[in-house]
């Protein structure tokens, strides 16, 4: 998928799949659907043969199969050509019901299809494969570590098509968790000048560059996240928070609120989770990017979306 600067949605919020929720506990319904030839399933593994898979997951290794020939798809398949493993309903689209399936081991690659994770295809999918790939990735994410109640230590079984957990020992239902995260560009007028802030991280490649972003305190409104966050790794006071767009990012379960923020003047820097800072303009970025001294985020992260927002243009990006 191409990247539109002026298009502020960001590459893992499309979706066209109505997410169906009033089927999730209608067992007769999930089980004539399964039962349809026309079902289509999207089968996952917790990484390559190599990894740990699901006893120890890492949501950024979850693989589903894609196509490798002409536009990225996602190679789905009817339910008797599906994996054994937990199954999620995802939702439906004109009268077609879709599933997950959680496999247990690493996914067989038939003939132009390869194994791929959400980072890699993400951007690449269309909305409707993107939509459900992400859907389904946030989900097996979070029923594989969550088989046993963190109330009672008893083991849970799935509910609702793998919208919940319930415990068999005390009956306590879990629901998906999500955490809300927000992420940041901040500008400021320098000198008659647009500019725009950008961090490294000290255990980045010397040449990678983002805006800031930081988990939403307990008890902390989304714009005090976006002031605290940025104070405490720039040093920078800001104002006038406002907001553009947010992004699931099940890497394992965040959602990230996207904003852009003005800077107003400076402050104490308590946290050292960003070494360099660096201040460009427009043409400064262009140059700095095309010239290979600085690299961006990759068009599946909303901070990707942000950053050609405050450009008003493309700019490549890949990490």
């Given at each position: 998928?191409?990247?539109?600067?002026?298009?502020?949605?960001?590459?893992?919020a499309?979706?066209?799949?109505?997410?169906?929720?009033?089927?999730?506990?209608?067992?007769?319904?999930?089980?004539?659907?399964?039962?349809?030839?026309?079902?289509?399933?999207?089968?996952?593994?917790?990484?390559?043969?190599?990894?740990r898979?699901?006893?120890?997951?890492?949501?950024?290794?979850?693989?589903?199969?894609?196509?490798?020939e002409?536009?990225c798809?996602?190679?789905?398949?009817?339910?008797?050509?599906?994996?054994?493993?937990?199954?999620?309903?995802?939702?439906?689209?004109?009268?077609?019901?879709?599933?997950g399936?959680?496999?247990?081991?690493?996914?067989?690659?038939?003939?132009?299809?390869?194994?791929?994770?959400?980072?890699?295809?993400?951007?690449?999918?269309?909305?409707?494969?993107?939509?459900?790939?992400?859907r389904?990735?946030?989900?097996?994410?979070?029923?594989?570590?969550?088989?046993?109640?963190?109330?009672?230590?008893?083991?849970?079984?799935?509910?609702?098509?793998?919208?919940?957990?319930?415990?068999?020992?005390?009956?306590?239902?879990?629901?998906?968790?999500?955490?809300?995260?927000?992420?940041?560009?901040?500008?400021?007028?320098?000198?008659?000048?647009?500019?725009?802030?950008?961090?490294?991280?000290?255990?980045?490649d010397?040449?990678?560059y983002?805006?800031?972003?930081?988990?939403?305190?307990?008890?902390?409104?989304?714009?005090?996240?976006?002031?605290?966050?940025?104070?405490?790794?720039?040093?920078?006071?800001?104002?006038?928070?406002?907001?553009?767009?947010?992004?699931?990012?099940?890497?394992?379960?965040?959602?990230?609120?996207?904003?852009?923020?003005?800077?107003?003047?400076?402050?104490?820097?308590?946290?050292?989770?960003?070494?360099?800072?660096?201040?460009?303009?427009?043409?400064?970025?262009?140059?700095?990017?095309?010239?290979?001294?600085?690299?961006?985020?990759?068009p599946?992260?909303?901070?990707?979306?942000?950053?050609?927002?405050?450009?008003?243009?493309?700019?490549?990006?890949?990490?």
């Amino acid at each position: 998928m191409a990247t539109d600067a002026t298009d502020p949605t960001p590459s893992l919020a499309r979706a066209t799949i109505d997410p169906a929720g009033h089927r999730r506990a209608d067992p007769e319904w999930l089980d004539r659907a399964w039962s349809d030839p026309s079902t289509r399933v999207l089968a996952l593994d917790g990484g390559p043969p190599d990894s740990r898979g699901w006893s120890t997951p890492s949501p950024r290794r979850t693989r589903s199969l894609v196509t490798t020939e002409g536009p990225c798809r996602l190679a789905l398949t009817a339910p008797e050509g599906a994996p054994e493993g937990e199954r999620y309903f995802l939702g439906a689209e004109n009268g077609t019901a879709y599933f997950g399936v959680r496999s247990p081991d690493p996914l067989k690659e038939p003939a132009g299809t390869a194994a791929a994770t959400l980072g890699e295809v993400g951007a690449l999918l269309g909305d409707r494969d993107t939509g459900l790939l992400t859907r389904a990735v946030a989900l097996a994410n979070w029923n594989a570590p969550h088989r046993f109640c963190p109330r009672c230590g008893g083991p849970t079984r799935l509910a609702t098509a793998g919208h919940l957990r319930v415990c068999e020992r005390d009956g306590d239902e879990q629901y998906p968790r999500t955490d809300p995260a927000v992420i940041m560009l901040v500008h400021r007028e320098n000198a008659g000048r647009e500019e725009v802030l950008l961090g490294n991280n000290p255990r980045w490649d010397a040449q990678r560059y983002s805006v800031l972003a930081g988990f939403v305190d307990a008890g902390e409104s989304l714009e005090q996240a976006v002031a605290r966050e940025v104070a405490e790794e720039a040093g920078i006071l800001v104002t006038d928070p406002r907001y553009l767009a947010s992004q699931p990012w099940p890497f394992p379960r965040s959602l990230m609120m996207g904003y852009t923020v003005r800077a107003v003047g400076e402050t104490e820097r308590t946290d050292d989770e960003i070494g360099e800072l660096r201040w460009f303009t427009r043409g400064e970025l262009a140059e700095a990017v095309h010239g290979g001294h600085v690299r961006l985020p990759g068009p599946v992260s909303i901070a990707h979306t942000l950053i050609e927002h405050w450009y008003g243009g493309e700019l490549p990006g890949g990490w």
